[in-house]
């Protein structure tokens, strides 16, 4: 998914680029060097989305067809995911 949402902003450009899971929007997000201070004064959780509420325009969807991922804070979720995964072989 980053490498997705990278390419697409590199190719693209804006301000924004946001991955778009089936419709739903998460994780990973790529912001143009012109936000950064906006950014560094932001705090807490869900801080960056602050700045995509209050500018929708400059916010560009980049739709994946997988299922939206887990959200992943804490070692313990960490460790549940690594129980859950499946292995790839």
Known sequence: MIDQVAEDWRTQGGRIALTSYRGRRGHPMVFACELFD????????????????????????VAVDHAFPEDVDTRQDYETLLREATPLV
């Open 38 to 61: 906006q950014l560094r004064q932001l705090s807490g959780d869900k801080a960056a989305w602050k700045i995509l509420d209050a500018h929708p325009d400059w916010v560009r969807d």
